[in-house]
């Protein structure tokens, strides 16, 4: 059973950088692709990032590209999102999921609980 617990958030300034981890207890996300999701308060999930499950795919939303890099260590079982040069509009709650190497939220079975990600300007 998968079960996705994300860390790393927080409160950063315009320009800074986190990283988010996303740790699967249960031990068997190494089977699943990856994805990173984000909600912003009023709107809807939006895709962030995916990687497939042996990590030589990956695949950004162009609000992203450039800036984040996602990341994965299947011997830790554990995802990661490396944010750099963050933007007030990348406020939001991310959330790490488990699934198909696809960019919409319904392709994957398995979410954390999110960690919210604060930039201020």
């Known amino acids: 059973q998968v079960q996705l617990v994300e860390s790393g958030g927080g409160l950063v300034q315009a320009g800074g950088s986190l990283r988010l981890s996303c740790a699967d207890s249960g031990r068997t996300v190494t089977y699943y692709a990856m994805g990173w999701f984000r909600q912003a308060p009023g709107k809807e999930r939006e895709f962030v990032a995916a990687?497939?499950?042996?990590?030589?795919?990956?695949y950004y939303s162009d609000a992203v590209k450039g800036r984040f890099t996602i990341s994965r260590d299947n011997a830790k079982n554990t995802c990661y999102l490396q944010m750099n040069s963050l933007k007030p509009e990348d406020t939001a709650v991310y959330y790490c999921?488990?699934?198909?190497?696809?960019?919409?939220?319904?392709?994957?079975?398995?979410w954390g609980q999110g960690t919210q990600v604060t930039v201020s300007s």
């Open positions: 999921a488990a699934g198909n190497y696809v960019d919409y939220a319904s392709g994957y079975n398995y």
């Open positions: 990687i497939s499950w042996s990590g030589s795919r990956t």
